[in-house]
């Protein structure tokens, strides 16, 4: 093989590389989900999400007010079991994630599991 083709193959290798590393690290692709909740069976009751999004009613509405995609509600990701859920946080951009994560880690949360899902 020339070594001009060597050289064009490796710049077009280090190139996809290298867009590769940039979607990856945008978030753009993921190696797995970062949003995961508990064992469904370990969930509150519906009422007990209902009950906790209730009494943190100010702290729902401050994280809605992170961005205009963030709709904070009581979620049901299992199925299997209706009867289960928690405080679902619904956001559009990468941005408003990190604010939701900011402000969750700087308070006590709803006494209950908080998932965060994209929509």
């Not at 753009?28 to 943190?56: G, M």
């Not at 009613?57 to 994280?63: L, S, T």
Request: with cysteine; charged share 25%.
């Amino acid at each position: 093989m020339k070594s001009i083709s060597k050289i064009i193959i490796s710049v077009i290798v280090g190139f996809l590389l290298l867009v590769g590393a940039f979607t990856f690290i945008n978030g753009w692709i993921t190696a797995s989900s970062k949003d995961t909740h508990p064992p469904c069976d370990q969930l509150p009751t519906i009422a007990e999400a209902t009950a906790a999004l209730d009494n943190h009613e100010n702290f729902a509405k401050e994280i809605e007010k992170l961005g205009d995609g963030i709709k904070v509600e009581v979620g049901k990701p299992c199925p299997d079991n209706q009867e289960r859920g928690l405080v679902l946080v619904r956001y559009d951009l990468k941005s408003e994630r990190d604010a939701i994560n900011k402000l969750l880690s700087r308070s006590e949360g709803f006494g209950v599991p908080v998932h965060l899902e994209k929509r």
